[in-house]
Structures are given as structure tokens and as C-alpha cells.
């Protein structure tokens, strides 16, 4: 029965779409928004040099989700950052329990490339 009501909650939370719950904008002029297939997602900074255009949080959604926002808003890339997640009590270490991959929050830092 349990396994029943957290699948129906997951999938409730799919089918209501993307929300991202805050944003910060650090630009003064707005940006043309893009194509989704135009925004790389990074785990990572790139070596390349970029400036921050917006801060992007959200949670119980999906990296797409932060893509399409940071799209909407002109970005070129958007870095991904999970936070929270699931956790075992007996397995103490995140790195090394069951639940490592799993998260429950995005941040999603959108940035424009310098053409420098």
C-alpha cells in the first residue's frame, strides 16, 4: 500500500510541470529566450569564460525542468547543482549508501558565455 501513495504522489508531481519556487536575476536587460536544445546542462563550471545571468531553484522536479527555464530566460548553459535526497539511517555515508544518486532539489545557475 505504501509503495501505492508515494508512486501516486510522484506522479502527481510530474504531471503538474515545472515550478521553479525562486529566482534571482542579476542581469539589467532581458534576454531573447532560446530553443531548450540550445542550453547545455553542466555538472560543473565550464572552463570557458561565462557570466551568471540567474539563480534557479526548484525541488521533486527534473534537471529538464531547470533546462527549459534557463532557455526561457536567454541563458546559454545552465549548471546543475542536486541537493537533498533520500538517505538510509544504516547507512550513514551518502557516497556509499543505497540512496546516493537520489535527490529531492535542483539549483540551477543559468549563464551566458563571454564572446570575448
Not at 550513514?92 to 570575448?116: C, F, H, M, P, V
Amino acid at each position: 500500500m505504501r509503495k501505492i501513495i508515494v508512486f501516486f504522489i510522484f506522479t502527481c508531481l510530474f504531471l503538474t510541470g515545472c515550478a521553479i519556487e525562486a529566482h534571482r536575476y542579476y542581469l539589467k536587460e532581458k534576454l531573447p529566450a532560446k530553443n531548450i536544445k540550445e542550453v547545455d546542462v553542466l555538472w560543473e563550471a565550464p572552463v570557458r569564460p561565462y557570466v551568471v545571468i540567474a539563480d534557479l531553484q526548484a525541488s521533486n522536479t527534473t534537471v529538464k525542468c531547470i533546462q527549459k527555464r534557463a532557455a526561457e530566460i536567454g541563458a546559454d548553459a545552465v549548471i546543475v547543482t542536486l541537493t537533498g535526497g533520500h538517505y538510509s539511517e544504516s547507512e550513514i555515508w551518502a557516497g556509499n549508501d543505497r540512496y546516493s544518486n537520489t535527490y529531492t532539489g535542483l539549483i540551477g545557475t543559468a549563464i551566458k558565455y563571454k564572446t570575448e
